[in-house]
């Protein structure tokens, strides 16, 4: 420790290393699968020891995979249902989240921790049921069933009552001398003071919806209804697991979220309220 002391910019090299070799370790993953997409059939992708770079990069691979498969249909669906689960779920979960945090009424702990205890459920343990309530209200084989259970979630109630819990009085107090109905209150003030953690939520419910497998899986036999997801699993049984081609669908699904992420990320901001209104 007293090295360290000594040599304060050794310290803050050293752990720049650290945290390279962790964000390495982290990214392999990543740069593998591209660069396997990106690997002509002559390749080996399974040689040892292993290659990072492809000798001869090429194309072919996403371009065999967009024309074989009706992979612009999959991206349709997956943007259609993540974008409405998105939407539907910030509603349902502010809505929710809003009198759990600011009004005063019998039973109201009990009722969040009801609702936030749902969260050590499994989804397996309860797919069954959804699946069966899916089948009596008519959604099997369409966008909504696939939306059917993510349109509110426990994580996301507790996530902005936890943000609204954290917006002054003093501005709720303002608005309700100026006039303001709860409703007013709820649209005009509390939404945009605890944006930060709406655009957090909305990140974490488009990546749960686009990478989504299992239940769109159980509830669509249509394949013009497939999402991406599904697409990708499609590829291993169309080309005999050529995994070039795997590669290069699983590059075009991710590909938006990635690109959601980086966009985003600078809109989730901590402020001095914890919910306050990004600076």
């Known amino acids: 420790m007293k090295f360290f002391k000594q040599n304060p910019k050794l310290k803050i090299v050293l752990i720049y290393i650290v945290l390279g070799a962790i964000a390495l370790i982290t990214l392999f993953p990543?740069?593998?699968?591209?660069?396997?997409?990106?690997?002509?059939?002559?390749?080996?992708?399974?040689?040892?020891?292993?290659?990072?770079?492809?000798s001869q990069p090429t194309l072919g691979n996403f371009a065999t995979v967009w024309q074989s498969l009706p992979f612009a249909q999959y991206l349709y669906n997956s943007t259609l249902v993540s974008v409405l689960t998105v939407g539907l779920n910030l509603l349902f979960c502010a809505l929710a989240a809003y009198p759990l945090a600011r009004l005063s009424f019998p039973g109201r702990d009990w009722i969040f921790v009801a609702i936030v205890s749902t969260i050590m459920i499994p989804f397996q343990i309860v797919m069954i049921p959804l699946y069966i309530l899916t089948v009596q209200l008519g959604l099997v084989n369409t966008y909504?069933?696939?939306?059917?259970?993510?349109?509110?979630?426990?994580?996301?109630?507790?996530?902005?009552?936890?943000?609204?819990?954290?917006?002054?009085?003093?501005?709720?107090?303002?608005?309700?001398?100026?006039?303001?109905?709860?409703?007013?209150?709820?649209?005009?003030?509390?939404?945009?003071?605890?944006?930060?953690?709406?655009?957090?939520?909305?990140?974490?419910?488009?990546?749960?919806?686009?990478?989504?497998?299992?239940?769109?899986?159980?509830?669509?036999?249509?394949?013009?209804?497939?999402?991406?997801?599904?697409?990708?699993?499609?590829?291993?049984?169309?080309?005999?697991?050529?995994?070039?081609?795997v590669a290069a669908g699983s590059i075009i699904s991710i590909a938006p979220v990635l690109i959601l992420f980086i966009f985003l990320q600078r809109y989730i901001v901590p402020t001095e309220t914890g919910s306050g209104v990004k600076g």
């Open 30 to 54: 990543l740069l593998w699968l591209i660069s396997t997409a990106l690997k002509s059939p002559t390749e080996n992708i399974l040689q040892s020891p292993p290659q990072l770079l492809p």
């Open 144 to 245: 909504w069933g696939m939306m059917f259970p993510s349109l509110a979630s426990a994580f996301g109630i507790f996530l902005l009552r936890q943000a609204f819990m954290g917006v002054p009085k003093e501005i709720e107090e303002a608005a309700r001398m100026d006039g303001s109905s709860e409703l007013g209150l709820w649209w005009h003030i509390m939404l945009p003071a605890v944006s930060p953690a709406l655009v957090t939520l909305a990140i974490f419910v488009f990546i749960g919806s686009w990478s989504d497998f299992l239940w769109p899986l159980i509830v669509i036999q249509d394949e013009k209804l497939y999402t991406l997801p599904l697409g990708v699993a499609k590829l291993a049984g169309t080309f005999s697991l050529d995994w070039r081609l």
